[in-house]
């Protein structure tokens, strides 16, 4: 079950991020899917708050492209480092479009049960991702 897990896993960034398959959301998220990861714009944590958070980052970033790094399964549980790219063309966040494209790295832990994502930890660069569109300082180096 563990490598059924990562494919899964697999699938939920290069089918539902990257391609926008929210159809894909009903298939692998239980239906009482919480989300322990801050969603923009305070979206809900649930299966259907994770669909509207996949349709916001696409809005906000149409070409968005997620390639996952790197994947660990233990048990029930996978662990992905993800790193996501995308142009800022339209609305996010409150910020007008920069046009600037962006990198952001991240981390997701989801636990499985019977084949599908009942959990979801994640923790995101978003600050790095608002110093990219230049709407957030960056910081100055040490001793400066």
């Given at each position: 079950?563990?490598?059924?897990n990562?494919?899964?896993?697999?699938?939920?960034?290069?089918?539902?991020?990257?391609?926008?398959?929210?159809?894909l959301?009903?298939?692998?998220?239980?239906?009482?899917?919480?989300?322990s990861?801050?969603?923009?714009?305070?979206?809900?944590?649930?299966?259907?708050?994770?669909?509207?958070?996949?349709?916001?980052?696409?809005?906000?970033?149409?070409?968005?492209?997620?390639?996952?790094?790197?994947?660990?399964?233990?048990?029930?549980?996978?662990?992905?480092?993800?790193?996501a790219?995308?142009t800022?063309?339209?609305?996010?966040?409150?910020?007008?479009?920069?046009?600037?494209?962006?990198?952001?790295?991240?981390?997701?832990?989801?636990?499985?049960?019977?084949?599908?994502?009942?959990?979801?930890?994640?923790?995101?660069?978003?600050?790095?991702?608002?110093?990219?569109l230049?709407?957030?300082?960056?910081?100055?180096?040490?001793?400066?």
């Open positions: 079950m563990t490598a059924d990562k494919t899964i896993a697999r699938r939920l960034y290069e089918e539902c991020f990257n391609k926008g398959d929210l159809g959301v009903d298939e692998i998220v239980s239906e009482s899917f919480v989300s990861t801050p969603n923009p714009g305070g979206l809900p944590s649930d299966r259907e708050g994770f669909k509207q958070t996949v349709t916001y980052l696409r809005s906000g970033f149409p070409d968005l492209a997620m390639t996952v790094d790197d994947m660990v399964v233990e048990g029930d549980l996978v662990a992905v480092r993800v790193t790219r995308g800022h063309k339209n609305e996010f966040m409150g910020v007008a479009p920069t046009w600037k494209q962006v990198t952001m790295t991240g981390t997701d832990f989801m636990r499985f049960e019977s084949g599908k994502i009942v959990e979801r930890w994640g923790a995101w660069d978003h600050l790095g991702m608002m110093q990219q230049g709407v957030t300082p960056a910081e100055a180096p040490a001793g400066r």
